[in-house]
């Protein structure tokens, strides 16, 4: 099957009254949000958006960005969300990179800004929340080939990486999706991941196959708090705000718990037992951009894990570990400019960068990053598995691992460490706990404070920066200690 009938059509026409999109002061049913999409993609027409044409989206996720987005998709242009904190320059360079042609604005950082490079728009020229009449007529008949959005993905370097992916991969993505985890009419998904990000737009698929409401906090609302103010169904989060969930103390004051997907990092069996003993069910995650996000789920046991495979996605663990995919939810490839290059081996997979394993379940077990390794005194250390041991000692909250350079190991596993309030471990404390379960090798000798400003501004910390930071601390606290003893 290469095309379908439009997926919002059909629900708006099956489910006319059901809530869509909630945000703190208004309920948009998906009779009205087809209305809306219907005059927003009218409107693009009209500033010359085209089939193929690419159109880049800043701002804070909010209802007008979700029509925009779902009426670039009923011409057939093709979105490009990007982060609203980048600079200037980084998003210059980025729509340069990807050939864009037009900038949707959302918020107050749109007012002044102008580009000789491509047509900005503004959101409430395109996206009014009011309808009016309109005589343009959608795309009933959706080709699943069709190029529909470049996510933005850091990877490994500096460079973002532009992933291109397909209807039929977001489509594909939300119907294996809701398969594991059932999402329909009466639900509600807190948006808590932006719309720049491909989890925040498997939310919004998943939400227009299955009828279920996205919902969209206010920027300052967190999801802890949301989750009684509308009645919060499912969360999609990482481990760390999973742990600030469940402290949080609002769990106790709703009767109905909300299923909890995890994923973007390792959960260690600590944090799995309090969520349990929270009342929460929680799956774990695996994916990446590049399969459209989810790649496997299943809810946890006793021992944390990936989940299983799910519907259209085939994974395999190559000879040295790597986790190879393919299937229906695998993007068409990374875009510079004119160009699309999809980098896959002989036999049709794409090799992801992670290491892992199957069990006897065939649950996958990820063990981290290939390019995260680091080879200390001849053994291969991956930082995420002393990561998870840190994360279970009394006392600490996160950990991040990072290889610093030693000229007798090669590389020596270095910490910042996250404890918990009055309960900072000495140093020796915590090397006497990590010797109990991992080898002498792995075990970090020096340890730093968590660096709330460099990890907790993204999902996904930058171990690069983060690693020239241990290096000039560790440099710094060589240089104290040589004061003090002269």
Known sequence: MSQICCPLTGISEKSPDSPAIITNNE??????????????????????VQRRTRVALSGNSSPQVYITILAAFRIGAVICPVNSKWPEKALLNALKQ?????????????????????????????????????VFRGQPIIDLNNPAAIIFSSGSTSQPKASLLSYGNLYYNALGANKRVKFR???????SMPLYHVGGLGILFRSIIGGGA??????????????????????SLVPTQLYRLIHSGHLKMVEEHPTVLVGGASVTKELLDSAKDAGLEVYSTYGLTEMASQVTAGKFADVPHSGKILS????????????????KTLFQGYINESSVELPLDKNGWFHTGDIGELDVKKHLIVRGRKDNMFISGGENVYPEEIEIWLKNLDGIDDALVVGLDDKEFGRRATAFVKFTEDKKLSDDKIITSLEKCLPRFKIPRTFFDWPVD?????????????????????????????????
């Open 98 to 134: 990807i050939d864009c042609r037009y900038l949707v604005l959302y918020g107050t950082e749109s007012a002044g800004f102008t580009s000789d490079n491509f047509t900005v728009l503004q959101a409430e020229n395109i996206a009014p929340l009011e309808t009016k009449v309109s």
């Open 214 to 235: 996205a919902v969209i906090p206010h920027k300052s609302e967190n999801a802890a708090a949301s989750i009684g103010e509308y009645g919060i169904t499912h969360l």
């Open 312 to 327: 259209h996605r085939q994974l395999s663990i190559a000879d040295d570990g790597e986790i190879l995919v393919k299937g």
């Open 185 to 191: 009419r009466g639900d509600r998904w807190l948006l």
């Open 27 to 48: 309920i948009i049913t998906f009779a009205k949000l087809e209305q809306l999409v219907h005059q927003a993609a009218s409107n693009l027409k009209k500033a010359g």
């Open 454 to 486: 460099e990890i907790e501004q993204s999902l996904k910390p930058n171990r690069q920066k983060l690693q020239k930071l241990a290096a000039k601390l560790f440099v710094n606290s060589k240089m104290q200690i040589q004061k003090v003893s002269s």
